[in-house]
C-alpha cells in the first residue's frame, strides 16, 4: 500500500469548537488494542510500527494536525553523536517511510544523514494511516484508568477501551497505576523510527 505524500504541510487551521466543547452529549465508545497518546514524531513512529504488526492502533492527539506537524519545526534532525547502529537502523526505517508515502525525507549533507523534523512528523502520520491506524485529532486525553486488564481513555468527545496505552508526549498520567501504560521518549530526533520500536 502506497500514500502519495507531497512533503506540504497543511495550513494551520485550528479545532473546530465542538471538538473543543468540554461536555460532549454523545460519547461514543471506541475500541483499540493500542491507543498512542500524543500524535507527534514519537507517537507517529509507534503508531507506525504497531500497525505494521497487526495491531488495532488508534492516535490521539490534542490539536490538528497541521500544528502537530509545524511544531516539530522544520529544522533537519541529523545522525550526527548517534550511535552507528542505530543510526543504520534508522536510515533503513526512514527508508521505509519514503518507501510507503512517496516522500523524499532523507538527504545527506557534507556526509551526514538528515530528515526535516517537520516533513518526517507528518510523513509517519501518513505511514501509520496507511497500515489502518485511525486518527483523531482535536480530541485531549482527560483520563486514563485501569479496567480489568485493559484501560480506559477517555477524551473530550469519546471514550476507548484499550489493551494498551503508550503516552508519547504531553497527557495524563494514568489515575491508577495498575493500567497498562507504557512512555516512550516524546522528543524527535534521525533515531526516532529506531527508539520507538
Known amino acids: 500500500m502506497v500514500i502519495r505524500f507531497t512533503g506540504e504541510l497543511e495550513a494551520a487551521v485550528p479545532c473546530p469548537p465542538s471538538l473543543l466543547d468540554p461536555t460532549p452529549t454523545e460519547t461514543p465508545s471506541l475500541t483499540a488494542d493500542v491507543a498512542v497518546v500524543g500524535a507527534g514524531p514519537a507517537g507517529a513512529a509507534t503508531a507506525w510500527h504497531l500497525a505494521r504488526r497487526g ?6 492527539e490534542r490539536r490538528a494536525a497541521g500544528t502537530v506537524w509545524r511544531a516539530a519545526g522544520s529544522a ?10 542505530v543510526a543504520a537502523e534508522a536510515t533503513g526505517l526512514w527508508r521505509q517511510v519514503e518507501q510507503a508515502t512517496g516522500a523524499q525525507l532523507l538527504h545527506v549533507v557534507s556526509g551526514v544523514r538528515q530528515v526535516r523534523a517537520d516533513q518526517a512528523t507528518a510523513a ?6 496507511a497500515w489502518g491506524a485511525r486518527l483523531r485529532h482535536c480530541d485531549e486525553v482527560v483520563a486514563i484508568d485501569a479496567a480489568g486488564r485493559g484501560a480506559l481513555v477517555r477524551t473530550r468527545s469519546a471514550t476507548v477501551r484499550a489493551d494498551r496505552v503508550v503516552l508519547a508526549g504531553a497527557g495524563p498520567l494514568p489515575t491508577d497505576p495498575g493500567a497498562p501504560v507504557a ?3 516524546g522528543r524527535g530526533s534521525f533515531a526516532i523510527p529506531a527508539i520507538t520500536r
Open 76 to 85: 533537519p534532525w541529523t545522525d550526527a553523536g548517534i550511535p552507528a547502529r
Open 183 to 185: 512512555s516512550v521518549p
Open 124 to 129: 509517519l502520520t501518513a505511514a501509520a494511516t
Open 55 to 60: 495491531l488495532h492502533v488508534l492516535l490521539l
